[in-house]
């Protein structure tokens, strides 16, 4: 299956998790070396990188091409940090494979910002398997790369395993029932999302800010603009530039965009956070010393409208009521 094609933006716009499947209790020295570009010694432990050998060939119609790609893999010893950040607990001796799924959105040239996450075969089997119990008909033509219990993580069964997946991705952004699967958006940000909401609750807003701006850039690149996911994570990323004493260098980037964003959005629950996004923004611009009189403004004419402007939830306290995932606010 070829990459998906998007045209200018328009096509696209109309329990515990088990280890055991992607773990090898045996070495990895079978390994092809014309495909395993490098080990690298870090921290004492050996990493086996598998790279993709050529680049993932593009339809050369002119058009936007939305591309997923797996470029490369790496084979990890257990003990060492998933995709998540947390720690694999396993039987010694144990290895377990991480892609890089690398998304872009190539035209007449290549995609300027390219945008990468990593996950393990756990994570396309959750997807899989979450999207077979809803949508069953939707994944007739899918073949899904089977578990694998015994034996090495060969160059030849990681690169089956790639182009599996990504023929498997390809499938779901043209299915707009999978597109817009719940499944499908924990794939995409559940990882990242759930560390990075941890860190604010730390007040590391510093650390969690890189991990939004990866999770917009992503999920920007897959739905609409003013899709309710994309500018959830957009208030949340303004939210983390905004809270802390002095705001994020990328703050006002962001809260620009958000104010762009919103303009002409109809969606009543996402209309609870525009409130709380001027007043956010009102306070930056305060900061910074930029002018305040359109936002006053806008806040004046809702509040004329009887819609109460002063006195409410902040921004995070309006993401987490409408999105919960943090402990603490």
Not at 49 to 76: H, K, M, S, Y
Not at 246 to 261: G, K, Y
């Amino acid at each position: 299956m070829h990459p998906v094609v998007v045209g200018r933006r328009m096509a696209m716009e109309n329990g515990t998790e088990s280890i055991e499947d992607d773990l090898d209790s045996s070495a990895t020295e079978a390994f092809d070396q014309s495909t395993l570009s490098m080990k690298q010694q870090t921290k004492g432990t050996v990493q086996d990188i598998w790279q993709r050998p050529t680049r993932r060939p593009l339809p050369n119609t002119g058009d936007v091409v939305l591309c997923f790609e797996i470029p490369l893999a790496r084979i990890l010893p257990t003990g060492s940090a998933a995709s998540d950040g947390q720690p694999v607990s396993a039987a010694a001796g144990k290895k377990y494979v991480i892609y890089e799924v690398n998304v872009r959105k190539d035209g007449p040239g290549p995609d300027p910002y390219p945008t990468s996450v990593e996950r393990r075969y756990t994570h396309f089997l959750k997807l899989y398997e979450g999207l077979r119990k809803d949508q069953p008909a939707q994944l007739q033509t899918v073949c899904f790369p089977k578990k694998v219990l015994m034996g090495n993580f060969t160059a030849e069964l990681i690169g089956e395993r790639s182009a599996a997946f990504e023929c498997f991705l390809d499938h779901i952004v043209t299915v707009p029932s999978l597109r817009d699967s719940p499944h499908f958006l924990e794939f995409l940000q559940g990882d990242e999302l759930r560390n990075a909401c941890q860190l604010l609750d730390e007040r590391r807003n510093e650390l969690a800010v890189p991990l939004l701006e990866n999770c917009f850039r992503l999920l920007n690149k897959i739905f609409l603009d003013k899709s309710k996911c994309v500018l959830l994570l957009l208030c949340r990323l303004v939210a983390a530039c905004t809270t802390s004493p002095i705001p994020h260098p990328s703050a006002e980037q962001w809260a620009e965009l958000a104010l762009r964003r919103y303009e002409h959005v109809c969606d009543t629950e996402l209309l609870v956070l525009y409130i709380p996004l001027l007043q956010t923004c009102l306070h930056l611009w305060w900061q910074r010393g930029r002018d305040r009189t359109l936002l006053e403004e806008r806040l004046s004419e809702m509040g004329k409208k009887g819609i109460k402007v002063k006195g409410g939830p902040t921004l995070a306290q309006a993401i987490h009521a409408l999105d919960p995932r943090a402990e603490t606010i």
